[in-house]
């Protein structure tokens, strides 16, 4: 099968969020399945400065918006034997920053033409489109349109949903760049692309199951459940995988000491012990991590109503890697200064840091409000480091709590976005560590067992695919 993956982030080229990672593992499992894939994803200034010389060009086309014409040009490279496509425009894409420019719906929509511009010039017409979030999700309507014309241009699509939130929304007189007009891109009197996708997409997933059934209640929907439910027959919940030759503390080379299911107990320890002296944390504590994007998607309110209280007691260390909206970069700022021996903040995406983060660290924090998938638990599990969360999305699917009478559980877990909840379950973990150390370790071995493996996602994915092209959905 010929696959073209959309995407407008693809790791280690661009990377916000996890898009990037799936947009990295999915097409990597699917080229071992057999598979023909391509990539293809705008050419950030980042992405000219750091792999511009290994890029060739390999065309270049005319987009036309509305009155707006603006040059489309085409690179490509080689990674993981994949052929990645690059859309470059000096007026759109040579931004340090990716997303919130008032210019995001021209940028993103001129994207979206473009791809089916790379498509004639490359001579790709693939026999399905995988498009991914807001930043795609045109690409099944001028598909529709163009097909009209040209047959060739006649292909299913899948939208994937990494994040509702974000959708694409801008005022109305944004129509006038696509040239034809409908309804079915227009919501809460706006232009909406992620709307746009999930009215005209083949089919639909989003990256867990739990998450798929979450989404058609008013509360995840984010205003767009009425829509999704009017397509809730051709929506998939397929989970996330991970990459675990990346995510390997076996092998390993950016943390302080390598290890695995065998010898973890004393691998974990020179680890902690380790990060512990580097940052002058205090020693014999238990170590809790944050990594990730800081947005109120990722709970961080409820460890501000709360983590003060285990540091005045000097119950815990901590250690959070990260960057995002501004009062949360503050807030872990300022709990660095009031507790300098408790608390290491790194400010960044600091690759290295994270996984010394995971290496050394005995509980992972993710309380989040919604998570369609999450990654960073995987990754915790796979370093040993036991994921307290919040049972949503994916994180429900992927944390299985604490049993204490079966001894069974990767994990710690509570229901409700309420910080007593949070105390409590943190709480629980503590005594857990202090008291039943041999059950904590056994929680360990469990959650290092657990493999979230990238094929059998991409076996789901393959299947739904040919469900989508036999037209069997
Ligand atoms: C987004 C979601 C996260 C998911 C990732 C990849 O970042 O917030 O839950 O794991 O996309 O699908």
Redesign the pocket.
Known sequence: MRILFCSGEVYPFSKT???A??AASLPKALLKLGHEVKIISPYYQNVHHRFGEIMTKVGESTVSMGDINEQATFYKTDYDSIEHIFVDSKNYFDRRRFYGHVDDAERFTFFNFAILEAMDKLDFFPDIIHINDWQTSLVPYFLDEKSRLDSRYNIKTLLSI??LEKQGAYPIEIEKLFNAKNYTYIHLNQVNFLKCGIMRASAINT?SETYRNEILTRFYGFTLDGALKARQYQLFGIL?GLDSDVYNPRTDKLIYQSYDETNFEIGKKINKESLVSEYSLMPDKPLLAFVGRFAR?KGINLMMDSIDQFLIEERINLIVVGEGEQEYETYFEELQEKFPNSVCYQHGFDQQLSLRAYAASDLFLMPSLF?????NQMIAMRYGSLPLVRST??LKDTVTPYNKFTGIGVGFAFENFDSQEFIDTLNEALDLYHNNPTAFKELIRQAMHIKHSITKMSLQYDELYKKIIEDAI
């Open positions: 969020g996890g898009l990672d799936v990494h994040n990256v996330n998607q998570e369609p998938c999450g990654l999305g994916g």
